[in-house]
């Protein structure tokens, strides 16, 4: 995912400069467009290229029309990379108006809000991969910005507790083995019964988790 449209053209363009593209397109690759009927058309041919085994890379943009409304679940993302940090543009008047609205009613500062408002979009992007708990894939934040206090502060909590320090600032060369052996982990077989208590709950947990809710409510 790309903050823009321009962005990733930009991006794609430096790509071919040195050579990477070449590289690249030794898979199926798509790109989104704001053409509707392009749009369907290259989601079809990237879910068969995804189905037959080949694999395929979806070039997308944050607020569009992936982002938002198309789920990549188990073999459709495996892996999702988030390029750079998706700010929503700062000259529509409507956005300035909401702003000044927030600072005048509630004390929200502006960049703040354009920093949760950035995360969250940020978050609803590598979250299409992970669309049930039976899912599993890689999630990649590509840009530094990411590993500051006052970004990582506003994701979602279950990406923060996932995103630990030393996880964060990596190399390519490290980012790359560390995704080669969270793959073959959960490449292994495993029983469904040997989960309860851990990615499953029992029953008697259920009622706990329950009971202690009710009582925080109550309290």
């Known amino acids: 995912f790309f903050p823009s449209y321009d962005y990733m053209e930009q991006t794609v363009h430096e790509w071919m400069d040195q050579g990477l593209m070449t590289k690249i397109q030794k ?8 053409d509707n009927a392009e749009m369907s058309l290259a989601l079809l041919n990237y879910r068969k290229a995804c189905e037959n085994g080949r694999g395929a890379l979806l070039l997308s943009v944050a607020r569009g029309k992936v982002s938002e409304g198309v789920d990549f679940d188990h073999h459709f993302g495996r892996a999702v990379v ?7 543009y700062t000259q529509s008047r409507i956005l300035k108006a ?3 609205f927030l600072r005048d009613n509630f004390q929200i500062r502006e960049n703040d ?4 408002d950035a995360m969250r979009n940020a978050a609803q992007c590598v979250g299409r991969a992970l669309r049930a708990k039976s899912d599993y894939g890689i999630m990649i934040f590509a840009d530094k910005r990411y590993g500051r206090y006052d970004k990582k502060e506003k994701l979602p909590l279950w990406i923060q ?3 630990s320090d030393v996880l964060c600032n990596l190399s390519t060369e490290e980012a790359i083995q560390i995704c080669k052996r969270f793959l073959r982990q959960m490449a292994q077989p495993f029983k469904e019964e040997e989960q309860v208590g851990l ?3 029992t029953l008697e947990q259920v009622t706990e988790r ?3 809710r009710l009582a925080e409510l109550s309290s």
């Open 27 to 34: 898979k199926k690759l798509f790109v989104e467009t704001t």
């Open 82 to 88: 988030m390029m750079g940090v998706p700010y929503v």
């Open 98 to 100: 909401r702003l000044e």
């Open 113 to 116: 809000f354009l920093t949760f």
């Open 161 to 163: 507790e996932n995103l």
């Open 199 to 201: 990615a499953l709950l």
């Open 210 to 212: 329950e009971r202690k």
